[in-house]
């Protein structure tokens, strides 16, 4: 794997996951209490000894930088890095990237520099555990130009991906975007070719594009200048690439899930919470997820009926119920509180212990969750300070809104509290 580069995409401006998204990069958005997105395609790479990683973004980097900086420091005995490549102006190309091959082409002059075989192109917003060394190997085996990842897909979910028909060998030679009705049942294929069991090709006859790829170097460089004008890889080069070039199907059969909205993120992340198995886990020996080494203290529960919830190291719970969520570094809830159904993303910090009164008679809201307040079905942000008697509920069933001068939004139902955002004593969601 040291004849491998690996480039992460941190994707555009991160308009599904907003508010998430407004002061930090798609890749920076926390994960389950105490990861960040960028964690997962970074320790794919760990596990599968790639360790030359470059990430790709141009909005919001600055949180971005400073986790990969903390985080990933492969020092003294190995060419390894994990580095942020920002979007530039330049003499040649005075603009923002335009999409993922773009993104690609503009520094292309800096991946060019390494003696490497191939580019492994990564997506930086989904979950999932995957070892890429048998994804380069079949890679390798097939003498392909180009290799895309594929997930399995059912009728039901089919419609909302690009699709891919294969021949009998693998090799893709069709493309459908999102296709629907009776473009959807063209699209069929037998995925027993790709190693499915007859039973699975059954239930399973389509075959989405995971968004991620590996590319030959000189393939690539070929295909990003034969193609000047295109700025996509999934949605033009490839698809034209596809006729004079060997572009083959990897077929990966396990839990992958594309976090890219927010009821997809917030729907990913309750769902570790669930027994016995939930569908991705954390608790891997084998093939762990690395983060930033924070050197927080344990979690101190003070009476607390705590069911199927995730809580991250730091926190400080008082007499309150916590059920099917999870909570985040530090987090501070107060005496009397119900969280259910929630992701709670905790604190970068603490505050001194005289800015903090724990009964509701101050004159500023403290950090954390105050006394008596109800959360249900909501993403609090972090260093949202959040007052007592204060229920976030969406009473009213409100599906979308946006408060950003109250401190929250609402998305697909869910209620979203702003990063830093204060909600007064008795406010009512």
Same mark, same amino acid.
């Given at each position: 794997?040291?004849?491998?580069?690996?480039?992460?995409?941190?994707?555009?401006?991160?308009?599904?996951?907003?508010?998430?998204?407004?002061?930090?990069?798609?890749?920076?958005?926390?994960?389950?209490?105490?990861?960040?997105?960028?964690?997962?395609?970074?320790?794919?790479?760990?596990?599968?000894?790639?360790?030359?990683?470059?990430?790709?973004?141009?909005?919001?980097?600055?949180?971005?930088?400073?986790?990969?900086?903390?985080?990933?420091?492969?020092?003294?005995?190995?060419?390894?890095?994990?580095?942020?490549?920002?979007?530039?102006?330049?003499?040649?190309?005075?603009?923002?990237?335009?999409?993922?091959?773009?993104?690609?082409?503009?520094?292309?002059?800096?991946?060019?520099?390494?003696? &490497?075989?191939?580019?492994?192109?990564?997506?930086?917003?989904?979950?999932?555990?995957?070892?890429?060394?048998?994804?380069?190997?079949?890679?390798?085996?097939?003498?392909?130009?180009?290799?895309?990842?594929?997930?399995?897909?059912?009728?039901?979910?089919?419609?909302?991906?690009?699709?891919?028909?294969?021949?009998?060998?693998?090799?893709?030679?069709?493309?459908?975007?999102?296709?629907?009705?009776?473009?959807?049942?063209?699209?069929?294929?037998?995925?027993?070719?790709?190693?499915?069991?007859?039973?699975?090709?059954?239930?399973?006859?389509?075959?989405?594009?995971?968004?991620?790829?590996?590319?030959?170097?000189?393939?690539?460089?070929?295909?990003?200048?034969?193609?000047?004008?295109?700025?996509?890889?999934?949605?033009?080069?490839?698809?034209?690439?596809?006729?004079?070039?060997? &572009?083959?199907?990897?077929?990966?059969?396990?839990?992958?899930?594309?976090?890219?909205?927010?009821?997809?993120?917030?729907?990913?992340?309750?769902?570790?919470?669930?027994?016995?198995?939930?569908?991705?886990?954390?608790?891997?020996?084998?093939?762990?997820?690395?983060?930033?080494?924070?050197?927080?203290?344990?979690?101190?529960?003070?009476?607390?009926?705590?069911?199927?919830?995730?809580?991250?190291?730091?926190?400080?719970?008082?007499?309150?119920?916590?059920?099917?969520?999870?909570?985040?570094?530090?987090?501070?809830?107060?005496?009397?509180?119900?969280?259910?159904?929630?992701?709670?993303?905790?604190?970068?910090?603490?505050?001194?212990?005289?800015?903090?009164?724990?009964?509701?008679?101050?004159?500023?809201?403290?950090?954390?969750?105050?006394?008596?307040?109800?959360?249900?079905?909501?993403? &609090?942000?972090?260093?949202?300070?959040?007052?007592?008697? &204060?229920?976030?509920?969406?009473?009213?069933?409100?599906?979308?809104?946006?408060?950003?001068?109250?401190?929250?939004?609402?998305?697909?139902?869910?209620?979203?509290?702003?990063?830093?955002?204060?909600?007064?004593?008795?406010?009512?969601?």
């Amino acid at each position: 794997m040291k004849r491998v580069l690996s480039v992460i995409l941190g994707g555009g401006a991160g308009t599904r996951l907003y508010p998430l998204t407004k002061l930090r990069a798609k890749p920076a958005v926390p994960l389950a209490g105490k990861y960040r997105l960028i964690d997962i395609p970074v320790s794919n790479c760990i596990n599968s000894e790639i360790y030359k990683i470059y990430v790709l973004t141009q909005f919001n980097s600055a949180s971005l930088n400073r986790h990969i900086a903390r985080a990933y420091n492969f020092a003294g005995f190995t060419d390894g890095f994990v580095e942020v490549l920002a979007a530039q102006q330049t003499p040649e190309n005075p603009n923002w990237f335009q999409g993922t091959a773009d993104a690609v082409r503009q520094y292309m002059w800096l991946f060019q520099e390494w003696d &490497v075989d191939e580019y492994l192109i990564l997506s930086g917003d989904h979950l999932y555990r995957m070892d890429y060394r048998l994804f380069v190997q079949r890679h390798r085996e097939t003498n392909a130009d180009i290799t895309i990842s594929v997930v399995p897909m059912d009728e039901k979910r089919a419609s909302d991906f690009g699709l891919m028909k294969i021949d009998d060998n693998g090799r893709v030679v069709d493309f459908s975007e999102k296709p629907k009705g009776e473009a959807l049942k063209q699209m069929q294929v037998d995925t027993k070719v790709l190693g499915l069991t007859a039973e699975e090709a059954v239930k399973m006859p389509y075959i989405a594009s995971m968004g991620i790829y590996v590319f030959k170097k000189d393939v690539l460089l070929e295909l990003l200048k034969a193609y000047p004008d295109s700025t996509d890889f999934g949605k033009e080069i490839i698809p034209a690439s596809s006729k004079d070039h060997n &572009v083959q199907a990897y077929l990966f059969n396990g839990y992958w899930e594309d976090i890219g909205t927010i009821e997809a993120f917030y729907d990913a992340n309750l769902a570790l919470t669930r027994q016995p198995r939930p569908p991705f886990s954390f608790y891997d020996e084998t093939a762990p997820i690395y983060t930033r080494a924070r050197y927080l203290p344990p979690t101190k529960l003070l009476d607390c009926n705590v069911t199927e919830s995730m809580i991250g190291e730091g926190c400080i719970l008082k007499n309150c119920r916590i059920a099917h969520s999870v909570l985040g570094v530090r987090s501070r809830v107060e005496a009397g509180c119900l969280i259910e159904d929630a992701l709670i993303m905790g604190a970068d910090f603490y505050q001194p212990f005289s800015e903090r009164e724990s009964d509701c008679h101050h004159t500023q809201v403290p950090l954390g969750i105050g006394a008596n307040t109800t959360i249900r079905r909501a993403i &609090v942000d972090k260093n949202a300070h959040i007052g007592c008697d &204060v229920q976030i509920i969406n009473k009213d069933n409100v599906q979308e809104a946006d408060r950003e001068n109250l401190g929250f939004y609402i998305r697909s139902g869910i209620v979203v509290v702003l990063k830093n955002a204060v909600i007064p004593d008795g406010t009512i969601i």
